[in-house]
Protein backbone atom coordinates (compact mmCIF):
# COMPACT_ATOMS: atom_id res chain seq x y z
CA UNK A 1 0.00 0.00 0.00
CA UNK A 2 1.32 3.41 -1.09
CA UNK A 3 1.72 6.24 0.89
CA UNK A 4 -0.95 8.15 -0.88
CA UNK A 5 -3.36 4.92 -0.58
CA UNK A 6 -3.21 5.27 3.09
CA UNK A 7 -3.64 9.29 3.64
CA UNK A 8 -6.63 8.52 1.43
CA UNK A 9 -7.91 5.62 3.57
CA UNK A 10 -7.37 7.04 6.75
CA UNK A 11 -9.16 10.65 4.93
CA UNK A 12 -12.55 8.71 4.04
CA UNK A 13 -12.50 6.55 7.69
CA UNK A 14 -12.72 9.96 9.39
CA UNK A 15 -15.16 11.36 7.22
CA UNK A 16 -17.24 8.41 7.66
CA UNK A 17 -16.50 8.12 11.50
CA UNK A 18 -16.72 11.82 13.00
CA UNK A 19 -19.37 13.60 9.92
CA UNK A 20 -21.34 11.26 8.34
CA UNK A 21 -25.17 10.70 10.31
CA UNK A 22 -26.69 8.61 7.68
CA UNK A 23 -27.96 5.11 9.29
CA UNK A 24 -28.23 2.55 7.03
CA UNK A 25 -29.74 -0.97 8.02
CA UNK A 26 -27.24 -3.46 9.22
CA UNK A 27 -23.95 -1.21 8.18
CA UNK A 28 -22.55 1.06 10.80
CA UNK A 29 -20.77 3.57 9.15
CA UNK A 30 -19.14 4.55 12.73
CA UNK A 31 -17.74 1.72 12.92
CA UNK A 32 -16.67 1.03 9.21
CA UNK A 33 -15.02 4.76 9.40
CA UNK A 34 -12.94 3.36 12.16
CA UNK A 35 -11.97 0.26 10.47
CA UNK A 36 -10.95 2.21 7.47
CA UNK A 37 -8.86 4.45 10.01
CA UNK A 38 -7.23 1.32 11.47
CA UNK A 39 -6.07 0.20 8.18
CA UNK A 40 -4.67 3.46 6.43
CA UNK A 41 -2.60 3.91 9.73
CA UNK A 42 -1.04 0.59 9.74
CA UNK A 43 -0.90 0.71 5.60
CA UNK A 44 1.56 4.14 6.44
CA UNK A 45 3.79 2.89 9.25
CA UNK A 46 4.40 -0.34 6.92
CA UNK A 47 5.43 2.29 3.90
CA UNK A 48 6.93 4.46 5.91
CA UNK A 49 8.78 1.58 7.43
CA UNK A 50 9.93 -0.16 4.14
CA UNK A 51 10.71 3.60 2.76
CA UNK A 52 13.37 3.98 5.36
CA UNK A 53 14.51 0.05 5.00
CA UNK A 54 15.54 0.64 1.11
CA UNK A 55 17.03 4.29 1.76
CA UNK A 56 19.08 2.65 4.82
CA UNK A 57 20.23 0.68 1.59
CA UNK A 58 20.84 2.93 -0.94
CA UNK A 59 18.32 1.79 -3.29
CA UNK A 60 15.67 3.84 -4.81
CA UNK A 61 12.66 4.01 -2.18
CA UNK A 62 9.61 2.47 -3.73
CA UNK A 63 6.90 4.64 -4.67
Known amino acids: MSLGASL ?7 ILR ?6 LAGID ?4 GTIL ?4 V ?7 F ?3 QARDR ?6
Do not use: K
Not at 18 to 23: E, H, N, P, Q
Not at 29 to 32: D, E, I, K, P, S
Not at 42 to 48: C, E, L, N, Q
Open 29 to 32: LQVV
Open 50 to 52: LYF
Open 37 to 40: IVVG
Open 42 to 48: IGFAISM
Open 8 to 14: FLVAVGA
Open 18 to 23: FAVTAD
Open 58 to 63: GASPPL
